[in-house]
């Protein structure tokens, strides 16, 4: 298959900024997840094409323009959480809602993600009218991988051995 992944945030946009018990950027953690993912998808014979691959500002319109021109099967779209409530924690994908190809790819991907980390609590498959799942063409997810203002959370997303896991989870599941 043809996969965009979307590591979110970028540049001048942070994302989410969690503070406690370090500073950690969302946009640092979405894009060391989705190049590992990448790695991941190509050593199982996928074509990836990235929205971004460094640390730079793209808009949400060029996001699903990237994965529409390249014409690829599916779109994921990997974010950090985050919340006034510092106990806030878990893993959700979000889909357009209705969306019944959407459906289908953020199911085995949730169910993967909380079954690689059973310790983390399940949210499971939301729906919303995001920017990049209303205007791509193809079955599209965004990941919402665990809590950043959460300070054990924002721990277990700076760990590398953690990310790396998550790669593998999401894609055992595509
Ligand atoms: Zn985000």
């Known amino acids: 298959m043809k996969i965009c992944i979307d590591p979110g945030h970028g ?19 979405t894009l060391s997840i989705s190049l590992l993912l990448k790695t991941e998808l190509e050593d199982k014979g996928h074509t990836v094409v990235l929205t971004r691959d460094k640390d730079v500002a793209v808009s949400l319109s060029n996001r699903a323009k990237i994965a529409n021109q390249n014409n690829v099967d599916i779109f994921i779209s990997i974010h950090c959480n985050s919340s006034e409530n510092k106990d806030a924690e878990g893993i959700e994908t979000w889909i357009f809602p209705n969306s019944t190809v959407g459906k289908k790819l953020a199911e085995p991907v949730q169910n993967s993600l909380v079954t690689a980390f059973p310790n983390h609590k399940k949210r499971g498959i939301r729906e919303d009218n995001f920017q990049v799942l209303r205007e791509t063409n193809m079955p599209a997810i965004l990941v919402e991988c665990e809590f950043i203002s959460n300070p054990t959370q924002l721990k277990f997303l700076s760990d590398k051995d953690n990310q790396e896991k998550i790669a593998k989870a999401i894609t055992s599941a595509i």
């Open 11 to 29: 540049g001048t946009d942070p994302g989410a900024i969690g503070k406690d018990p370090f500073v950690l950027n969302e946009k640092d953690v």
